[in-house]
T-cell receptor
């Protein structure tokens, strides 16, 4: 149990376009979902926390208008990178937690912006 | 500021050795401490979670300890195998349902 999926697993896009990444909890209801980014050889940095049905809480330094997060249901959260630029290229990982507070991580999405 | 540090950044050992990975955190008032494994280009796999009231957790060849007073946790891997090669991350949680604060990770290579 407690499986989290992400789609797509990798994506390549042109600079200036927008990219949407989905995070789904497959076998439990996720009241809270977290979005992280990870640069090569570095650790995970939390970008934002989202609770179902409410606005996401962004970490300091993360542009909320650039990284749009929607948590419309208890099993789905989306991260949209708007007007992507090469510096947005990174590994994006989501996690989801339900009633037990334990976070379960997705497999990650590799974004490359040309 | 709540920070988590892992030493060493990289470690290479021959197969069969026992090894210890270190994690330190600046704020000792943690709620939970969690150890993860990450394979290259993959997501995170949770290995062990230690609650603040616990001193250690064990799973197979893995043993994680927690010393809140000194702000330290260790992950002990017994009889290491090449399949243990991965990056190991520790993360501190400071309140129920709160965010994970990750260390930089230790990249482990176990050579056959």
């Amino acid at each position: 149990g407690a499986v989290v999926s992400q789609h797509p697993s990798w994506v390549i896009c042109k600079s200036g376009t927008s990219v949407k990444i989905e995070c789904r909890s497959l076998d439990f209801q996720a009241t809270t979902m977290f979005w992280y980014r990870q640069f090569p050889k570095q650790s995970l940095m939390l970008m934002a926390t989202s609770n179902e049905g409410s606005k996401a809480t962004y970490e300091q330094g993360v542009e909320k208008d650039k990284f749009l997060i929607n948590h419309a249901s208890l099993t789905l959260s989306t991260l949209t990178v708007t007007s992507a630029h090469p510096e947005d290229s990174s590994f994006y990982i989501c996690s989801a937690s339900g009633s037990a507070d334990t976070q379960y991580f997705g497999p990650g999405t590799r974004l490359t912006v040309l | 500021k709540q920070e988590v540090t892992q030493i060493p950044a990289a470690l290479s050992v021959p197969e069969g050795e026992n090894l210890v990975l270190n994690c330190s955190f600046t704020d000792s008032a943690i709620y939970n401490l969690q150890w993860f494994r990450q394979d290259p280009g993959k997501g995170l796999t949770s290995l062990l979670l230690i609650q603040s009231s616990q001193r250690e957790q064990t799973s197979g060849r893995l043993n994680a300890s927690l010393d809140k007073s000194s702000g330290r946790s260790t992950l002990y891997i017994a009889a290491s195998q090449p399949g243990d090669s991965a990056t190991y991350l520790c993360a501190a949680i400071y309140n129920q349902g709160g965010k994970l604060i990750f260390g930089q990770g230790t990249e482990l290579s176990v050579k056959p």
